[in-house]
């Protein structure tokens, strides 16, 4: 049966555009109601356990670059738009990026292995993801202290409607394992958790994302993809997949957060969300319910205004 959310699309689209959940692209509600996929971004999306990751990244690059140079702020500034640009892929890919910058700008000597930059890095990161992983894994702070709020709820509720989930992250593969499983919500994946392989690209989300469709012979319409960050969401809509932009202020884990709105929206992003807090408002709009009139659904979203 057609839905009754797509029989006045224009009007429904206006109704949602409140300060929950943003429909960016209007044609998105007539593809609606038909997911039993999704994939999840890890970092940002789900967890806050890495939150900060760029202001470990960034200063990591500019020491490559700059050596014992001054850091120009037409450096800085690339640095800071390459980082947030590349939010999403696999790390060894900005270290790519990181090598050839060197090169480029040539103030220091050859440059060092885009594998030993990564190591740079995540000795720097890890010192702050560890301390926090550990705390959770010993009971100090809950599991949703470190996820962007309504996560695991929303997670769950794809879960019990049967959505197959997949988890993918450019974090490698034996940290996004550990950091799931310590949030408590690695179960939820059966299919499949997917970090960073070594240097290889096996992983990487545009290949996870073309995989699921090709293995299960899905249209777009059966996939959703939910991220942070530019590289999910284009890939997502690159391949017709439903795209949902979370644009979440990791710092206090729930909100908007004007930047992520931009990139997000710049990505071609069908859907942003500031967090998954009004799980009411998204399993009714990613799974409409037949025979539900356009009032019904009028008094569902406005309700979020309240909130
Ligand atoms: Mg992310």
Redesign the pocket.
């Known amino acids: 049966m057609k839905k009754a959310i797509c029989s006045d699309s224009m009007e429904a689209t206006r109704l949602l555009h409140v300060d929950y959940l943003r429909v960016l692209n209007p044609s998105v509600i007539e593809r609606l109601g038909y997911i039993r996929h999704a994939l999840f971004?890890?970092?940002?999306?789900i967890s806050t356990l890495r939150q900060g990751w760029e202001q470990a990244m960034i200063p990591v690059m500019l020491e490559a670059i700059c050596g014992s140079h001054p850091v120009t702020p037409e450096i800085e500034h690339e640095v800071r738009e390459y980082v947030d640009r590349s939010?999403?892929i696999l790390t060894i890919e900005q270290m790519r990026w990181l090598v050839d910058a060197v090169r480029r700008h040539g103030l220091v000597g050859e440059p060092l292995t885009a594998a030993q930059y990564k190591q740079i890095y995540l000795e720097r990161l890890l010192v702050t993801v560890n301390e926090r992983v550990e705390r959770v894994a010993r009971g100090e702070v809950p599991p949703s202290a470190a996820m962007i709020a309504g996560a695991e709820e929303f997670v769950r509720a794809l879960y019990e409607r049967g959505v197959k989930l997949y988890l993918a992250s450019g974090t490698d593969h034996p940290y996004v394992l550990r950091e799931a499983s310590v949030l408590g919500i690695d179960h939820y994946f059966i299919g499949g958790i997917y970090g960073a392989l070594d240097a290889t690209e096996a992983n990487n989300k545009e290949r996870i994302i073309q995989r699921i469709l090709d293995e299960h012979g899905l249209s777009g319409n059966e996939l959703l993809v939910v991220?942070?960050?530019p590289v999910e969401i284009r890939e997502a809509v690159a391949r017709g997949a439903i795209a949902l932009g979370m644009a979440t202020d990791e710092v206090i884990r729930h909100g908007w957060n004007p930047h992520k709105v931009r990139r997000l929206t710049n990505a071609g992003a069908d859907m942003l969300a500031p967090d998954f807090s009004r799980i009411d408002i998204l399993m009714r709009v990613l799974f409409p319910a037949c025979g539900k009139s356009n009032d019904s659904l009028k008094g569902e979203v406005e309700t979020c205004r309240e909130g």
Do not use: K, P, Q, R
């Open positions: 971004d890890f970092d940002g999306t939010t999403g991220g942070d960050g």
